[in-house]
């Protein structure tokens, strides 16, 4: 029997593996790999909470591997010798990837499809992660869009789900080596990560529970209330989307067969997010640089402050003195995840009121996110400070205690994440600054006042965006 090694990469998954599936289709034994290459990944390795989590994942992965008679060969160092070396000891005929699509990665897995095919290895990738890959979508002129709603209404017409397949039942049992998944050193030391697992499950079988948990209960209603971060109303799928512990259209397929009158809003909003994936995606793919450099070169000139080493401290940490801002960065310390609107105006707070560049902000959800990813997350902050495509206006300036009222009403969110304003009337939790007396009585440790005044970090914002047009 011919020999194939499946390159596991962030598809750690066995149903709807288009990698996997193809591997068996065409007859090999399989032997499943995982090549620990941080270092390949360049200035965007994955940071400590996205490592956490891969470290759970990938012993998931070999469990359910090895409840189907195989196992995970896990090996370290550069990715082309590390599959030559396979190749070798294994006798394989051919490699089979899912693709991904970082600027970093994109090149080097181009030159090992290229050289392991110059010496005579069937190297092949799939599709694994998105509905649709960058090259599939692109306007009349055959350019890349910036704008998303033309993207998703051209996605729309070209609407069509890849077909399910289920995890394999046996796989063959092999004598390669590997590492011990600990010598990885993934899974952080000092156990700052405890908080994440009372909320999370990495792993395909904790995805698949994840999907079934969203189908019975924030689904209903997703529209409504995924903008609410008091309460569970959205699907938590990212980080098992990014790590590729479920597949995109199995998710789409899963709601299409729930779709009734009372759920087709619902369910048209949530395909919309998972289209903006698919955006970030296309964005990330056509325009590479953006990780690090302003999507909009208009911005190439703007005059960011230099935010102290204290201020961004007490910004990272949830210590600004402004409550929902500190409620979304001690979600984000203590869970590794942060509500998406909370993202935004936390986001929102840094690159404005701060007037911080945005980058000081997308590495620290780099490297505390366990959703970190670098299309989603390049895209959101490009997003919010105004430099990227389909922009918030630099000028649409997020009034954090507005936006609190709005979306938090009853304080909830900001009671759970920064409790020492419990003791305050509801409506005094969202500027507690204006009520110094009771801020004085009753949460003495909380800022007295926010890390930079609302109005004045707004003018000043104003100000410098209106220089920076001028300029
Ligand atoms: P749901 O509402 O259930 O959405 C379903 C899925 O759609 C998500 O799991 C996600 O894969 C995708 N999705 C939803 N919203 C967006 C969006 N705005 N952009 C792209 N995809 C989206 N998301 C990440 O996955 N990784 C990141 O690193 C990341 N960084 C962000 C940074 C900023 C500043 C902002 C504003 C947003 C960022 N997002 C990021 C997008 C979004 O906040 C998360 O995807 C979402 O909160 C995940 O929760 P959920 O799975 O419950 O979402």
């Known amino acids: 029997m011919s020999v ?15 990698a996997l599936q193809a591997a068996l289709e065409a007859g090999h034994d399989v032997v499943p790999v995982y090549i620990h290459a941080s270092h390949e990944e360049g200035e965007w390795a994955p940071g400590a909470a996205s490592n956490a989590w891969r470290h759970r994942s990938l012993a998931a992965l070999d469990a359910d591997l090895r409840a189907r008679g195989s196992s995970l060969v896990l090996r370290a160092g550069d990715s082309l010798p590390a599959l030559q070396a396979l190749i070798e000891q294994t006798g394989a005929e051919a490699v089979y990837w899912n ?20 010496q005579g290895i069937d190297a092949q990738s799939c599709n694994g992660s998105l509905l649709f890959e960058p090259w599939d979508i692109a306007t009349q002129q055959g350019q890349p869009y910036k704008v998303f709603t033309p993207y998703w209404r051209n996605v729309l017409s070209h609407w069509r789900l890849p077909a399910l397949q289920a995890a394999p039942e046996t796989l063959p049992a092999h004598t390669v080596d590997s590492l011990a998944l ?57 980080p098992h989307l990014h790590f590729g512990e479920i597949a995109p259209w199995r998710i789409a397929h899963a709601l299409e067969g729930l779709r009734s ?48 080493a204290a201020q961004l401290y007490d910004w990272q940490r949830g210590n600004t003195g ?3 801002v500190d409620a979304g960065l001690r979600e984000l310390w203590h869970t590794g995840y942060m509500h998406n609107r909370v993202r935004m105006i936390v986001a929102s707070y840094l690159c404005k009121h701060l007037r911080a560049h945005w980058l000081h902000g997308a590495r620290w959800f780099w490297d505390t996110l366990v959703d970190a990813d670098l299309a989603n997350n390049t895209m959101g902050w490009q997003w919010v400070a105004g430099t990227g495509a389909d922009a918030a206006p630099y000028f649409r300036v997020f009034n954090p205690v507005t936006q609190a009222e709005k979306f938090d009403p009853q304080a ?37 006042t926010p890390l930079v005044d609302l109005a004045a970090g707004r003018d000043a914002a104003l100000a410098a965006y209106r220089q920076s047009a001028a300029g």
Do not use: C, M
């Open 4 to 18: 194939a090694l499946v390159w596991f990469r962030r598809d750690l998954r066995l149903q709807d593996n288009p």
């Open 99 to 118: 693709r991904k699509y970082e600027p970093a990665t994109q090149p080097r897995d181009a030159a090992i499809k290229r050289t392991l095919r110059e």
């Open 182 to 238: 600990d010598t990885l050193q993934l899974a952080p030391t000092l156990h700052w990560d405890t908080g994440f697992w009372e909320h999370w499950q990495p792993g395909e079988t904790g995805a698949l529970e994840a999907l079934s948990v969203f189908e019975d209960g924030a689904l209903r209603g997703y529209r409504e209330q995924r903008d609410l971060p008091d309460r569970v109303g959205t699907s938590r799928l990212s």
């Open 261 to 308: 009158a009372g759920t087709d809003a619902d369910i048209d909003g949530y395909l919309r997010q998972l289209g903006w994936r698919d955006f970030a995606h296309h964005l990330l793919h056509h325009f590479p640089k953006t990780p690090t450099d302003n999507l909009n070169p208009r911005f190439d000139r703007f005059p960011w402050a230099s935010p102290s």
């Open 322 to 324: 402004v409550p929902i």
């Open 412 to 448: 909830r969110y900001i009671s759970r994440w920064v409790p020492e304003l419990a003791a305050l009337p509801v409506k005094a939790r969202f500027a507690p600054w204006q009520h110094p007396h009771l801020l004085a009585e009753r949460a003495p440790g909380y800022p007295r």
